[in-house]
């Protein structure tokens, strides 16, 4: 008995549907919103009355998704379920509050100015926002569309920023890239102190320093260790009730079994005594 092969177009709507849902991957969607001084022309300064304004430019080196280039089908029905515009509300003249006040003696707008709205298709469902370090600011209107998200920040330049990740409500993984001279170490405990919403284990810090990307439970262990081995080499000294090696604010048993201790901590001890 022949099979037949039936074409594309002319198979039932409820497959071709399917199959154009199968087509879509996830990807990292790069996202960045940059701030230039350009000299405009001369209607739209007489429409803000400013000799010069601030442009906010979205960019983005990541091309549309394929499905959505493959036909008129496939873009209609990705494009309404699973695709979306977004990164288009950028700011806007709108009134006087909006002026920001330079070093220079005349005022600067910040305008969302483009002849045409630039977006970026994204499916927050699958895709990897990356803003890198493009103030959290300019997408406040998309922390509830986030789902997996990345920044680069130095933890101790973020400032007020750092309370923004609380409020990414529907975040499931978070990448934190790890600016600073430290790298992750200066991220110990910030699951808890920036009340981050997904789960710590998704809470990944990427470390360019010591190459490596670890989530927050692994990135506050390595700090722990860290700090007991700092004591551990300062020293450490018997403690005269138990006769036990002793280290200030570390638990028993974590010299685990080691027998030499250094002289310093004998020295220290007798120091913290003389102020007791």
């Known amino acids: 008995m022949a099979i037949s092969f039936h074409l594309f177009p002319h198979l039932p709507w409820e497959i071709r549907s399917r199959i154009w849902e199968l087509t879509i991957e996830p990807r990292m969607v790069d996202v960045r919103i940059s701030h230039e001084w350009d000299d405009l022309s001369d209607d739209v300064k007489a429409k803000y009355n400013h000799s010069r304004l601030g442009l906010l430019r979205l960019r983005s080196s990541t091309p549309v ?10 873009r209609s029905h990705l494009g309404h379920r699973f695709y979306h515009k977004a990164f288009k509300q950028l700011p806007a003249a709108r009134s006087s509050s909006e002026t920001v006040r330079c070093e220079t003696p005349e ?16 499916n927050f469902d699958v895709d990897l926002v990356d803003t890198g370090d493009t103030p959290f600011k300019y997408f406040e209107s998309h922390f509830l569309d986030l789902k ?3 920044f680069a920040r130095d933890r101790y330049s973020m400032g007020d920023e750092a309370k923004v990740l609380g409020k990414v409500v529907n975040a499931k993984e978070i990448f934190a ?6 790298g992750a170490s200066d991220w110990e405990a910030t699951y808890e102190q920036c009340c981050v919403p997904c789960d710590k284990a998704r809470f990944w810090l990427i470390d360019p320093i010591h190459g490596r990307t670890v989530t ?3 990135n506050d262990a390595l700090c722990d260790e860290a700090w007991v081995r700092d004591y551990r080499k300062a020293g450490a000294y ?4 138990t006769m ?4 200030p604010y570390l638990p028993p048993g974590w010299f685990e079994g080691r027998e030499r ?3 310093i901590y004998r020295w220290s001890r007798g120091y913290e005594e003389s102020y007791r």
């Open 261 to 263: 201790w250094d002289v």
């Open 107 to 122: 005022d600067r707008l910040e305008l969302g100015l483009e002849a045409e709205p630039r977006y970026i298709w994204v």
């Open 244 to 247: 036990q090696p002793f280290v």
């Open 238 to 241: 018997l403690d005269p009730a």
């Open 177 to 182: 890239v790890c600016l600073g001279p430290r």
């Open 216 to 218: 927050a439970i692994e």
């Open 148 to 150: 997996r998200w990345k």
């Open 65 to 74: 998704p394929a499905p959505l280039q493959a036909c008129r089908e496939a």
